[in-house]
Nanobody
Framework: GQLVESGGGLVQPGGSLRLSCVASGFAFSNYVMRWYRQAPGKERELVAGISGTGGPTNYADSVKGRFTISRSNAENTVYLQMTNLKPEDTAMYYC??????WGQGTQVTVSS
C-alpha cells in the first residue's frame, strides 16, 4: 500500500490549509485513517483519526475545534482541514492507514 500527502505549505497565523492523503494498493475503506505530526525535536503525535465508514472521529485536545478530519472512500482520500493555525502547529504532517502504512509527510509551517 501507498499513501501520498499533499497540501502543506507556509501560512500566516490564523490562516487555513487543507491536507490531502491519497491511498492506493489496499482496501482503503477497511482502514481507520489517522493524521500525525512531528515537530523538530519532538515525538510524533496523533492529531486526528477517522473510522473506515467516515463516522466516528477523534482529535488531539490541542486541535479540537480547529481541525476537521474527513474522508472520501470513493476517491481513496483522507483530508485534514486546518483552520486558525498557530505557530505551534508547525510540523511535518503524516497520514497513516491502520497500523501498516505511512505516507512520506507534508510540511506545514505557520509563521508571520
Amino acid at each position: 500500500g501507498q499513501l501520498v500527502e499533499s497540501g502543506g505549505g507556509l501560512v500566516q497565523p490564523g490562516g487555513s490549509l487543507r491536507l490531502s492523503c491519497v491511498a492506493s494498493g489496499f482496501a482503503f475503506s477497511n482502514y481507520v485513517m489517522r493524521w500525525y505530526r512531528q515537530a523538530p525535536g519532538k515525538e510524533r503525535e496523533l492529531v486526528a483519526g477517522i473510522s473506515g465508514t467516515g463516522g466516528p472521529t477523534n482529535y488531539a485536545d490541542s486541535v479540537k475545534g480547529r481541525f476537521t478530519i474527513s474522508r472520501s472512500n470513493a476517491e481513496n482520500t483522507v483530508y485534514l482541514q486546518m483552520t486558525n493555525l498557530k505557530p505551534e502547529d508547525t510540523a511535518m504532517y503524516y497520514c497513516r492507514a491502520g497500523v501498516e502504512f505511512w505516507g512520506q509527510g507534508t510540511q506545514v509551517t505557520v509563521s508571520s
